[in-house]
Structures are given as C-alpha cells and as structure tokens.
Nanobody, 123 residues
Framework: QVQLVESGGGLVQAGGSLRLSCAAS????????MGWFRQAPGKEREFVST????????NYADSVKGRFTISRDNAKNTVYLQMNSLQPEDTAIYCC????????????????WGQGTQVTVSS
C-alpha cells in the first residue's frame, strides 16, 4: 500500500515556473514507477510524465517535453515535477501515481493515486 500526497501547486503567470512534490508513505516506494497526470476542467485525465523506480528512465508527453522535468529521491520517498515556461494550457489539477509496470502512460495502469494539486497559469 502506498499513500501519495502532492504539494507545490499554485497560481503563476505565463512563463513562470513551479515545482510539484509528491510524498509517498510506505517502505516500497523505491520499487514503483511513478507518474504525473493532469486533468483540466471538462477534459480527460492526461499523461504528463513518468520515471522508473531508480530514476534511470523518464518519459514525457509531447506537450511538456523540454519544459517539464521529472525526478525522484528514493531516500525521501518523493517524486518531483519541475515545470518551466508554464502556459495557460497547463492549467489543471496535477496528480501523482504509482505503478508496478516498468513503463506506463495509461491511467488504468496505475495502482495508487494522490488527491492532486491545482496549478493555474494566468495569461
């Protein structure tokens, strides 16, 4: 069992940056691939990024590639999402999730979810 709690969201102007954190409970955090997803009002949940258990491999949605960076610190049971050059279309609730799959971009492949943190980008 893994419990996830996100933080770091907020209101930022276009072009600005935010760093999201996802703190996990449980001794098995380091065995999970972690992902970030987002959901804007009226839209489906969208894959943002994923990182393997040891941080050796990361993947990004095309819409955030080159602007967002995912990382993790297994000693702190935390995964991060550094978001730069934010745009209004990045506005959404951002959730982190954990999966036993090595590589997963579908929400249905993830076993544990956080409640999410709101990111709002003003133009």
């Amino acid at each position: 069992q893994v419990q996830l709690v996100e933080s770091g969201g907020g209101l930022v102007q276009a072009g600005g940056s935010l760093r999201l954190s996802c703190a996990a409970s449980g001794r098995t955090f380091s065995s999970y691939t972690m992902g970030w997803f987002r959901q804007a009002p009226g839209k489906e949940r969208e894959f943002v990024s994923t990182i393997t258990w040891n941080g050796g491999s990361a993947n990004y949605a095309d819409s955030v590639k080159g602007r967002f960076t995912i990382s993790r610190d297994n000693a702190k049971n935390t995964v991060y999402l550094q978001m730069n050059s934010l745009q209004p279309e990045d506005t959404a609730i951002y959730c982190c999730a954990a999966t036993s799959f090595i590589y997963a971009i579908s929400p249905s492949q993830y076993d544990y979810w956080g409640q999410g943190t709101q990111v709002t980008v003003s133009s």
